[in-house]
Nanobody
Framework: EKELLEFGGGLVQAGESLRLYCDASGFTLDDRGIAWFRRTPRNGREDLACIKPTDGTTYYRESAKGRFTISSDVAENRVYLQVNNLTADDTAVYYC????????????????WGPGTQVTVST
């Protein structure tokens, strides 16, 4: 069974950084793109970034450029999301998702995603 599992979230102070992790099982990262998105009750879903681990090509939504960095380790079957200079607006549940074309919601929707990891930023 193909699954994704996010972890690394938690309670952090504004201005700090956080690295989120996404472990893939049941498939290998070299056959599809992996995206990160987040959800809040107020804003709903916000697509952030995507990576094609095969060649390392990355894509970012305009709102995620600068503070967010997506990367991957094919050997570990893991994708990362580094978030710097966190603010209260970054408080959300963060998900990684299988996004074969790295369309990030502009084309076919995500194939599947994990249960998410909560990030809470205190001020």
């Amino acid at each position: 069974e193909k699954e994704l599992l996010e972890f690394g979230g938690g309670l952090v102070q504004a201005g700090e950084s956080l690295r989120l992790y996404c472990d893939a099982s049941g498939f290998t990262l070299d056959d599809r793109g992996i995206a990160w998105f987040r959800r809040t009750p107020r804003n709903g879903r916000e697509d952030l970034a995507c990576i094609k681990p095969t060649d390392g090509t990355t894509y970012y939504r305009e709102s995620a450029k600068g503070r967010f960095t997506i990367s991957s380790d094919v050997a570990e079957n893991r994708v990362y999301l580094q978030v710097n200079n966190l603010t209260a607006d970054d408080t959300a549940v963060y998900y990684c998702a299988a996004d074969p074309l790295c369309a990030m919601g502009s084309g076919p929707d995500y194939d599947f995603w994990g249960p998410g990891t909560q990030v809470t930023v205190s001020t």
